[in-house]
């Protein structure tokens, strides 16, 4: 969030933003909205899947996973009960990304049936998110 684009008269606006904003509400806001994976549930929840999955490794402070998380919500809907989607934390979790050579976030890894069907680095936007899950639909 920038406040930069409020002018010096814009006191008001400022003093409103400062004051409701705190630093943790900014964090907390940012917080992947998708379900996160653990090591303890990676198995049943994504190798053991009957539908395909989309595993999306992040970072806590990565913007381009927020966003893709984000679309990823809106996928989720559309595509309930058909595929899954799920986020994994590199820095909690960094033995999952070993395990699946993954190096950098954000990285989109689809799984069928407990194996590799795609797996992609850098930003996808929602356009691209979703021609992947027709495809293994």
Partial sequence: LSVGMCSESDALIKTYVSSSLHSDDLL???????????????DSLVMESKVPVMGLFTAYLCPTCFIMSFNMDTLDLKFAGRFKFYSVDLDDEPEI????????????VVFKLGKVMDKRTGFLNEATQMDIVEKYI
């Fill in 28 to 42: 907390s806001s940012t917080k992947l909205q998708i379900h996160e994976v653990t090591k303890s549930d990676w």
């Fill in 97 to 108: 990304g070993a395990r699946w050579g993954v190096l950098t976030c954000p990285t989109t």
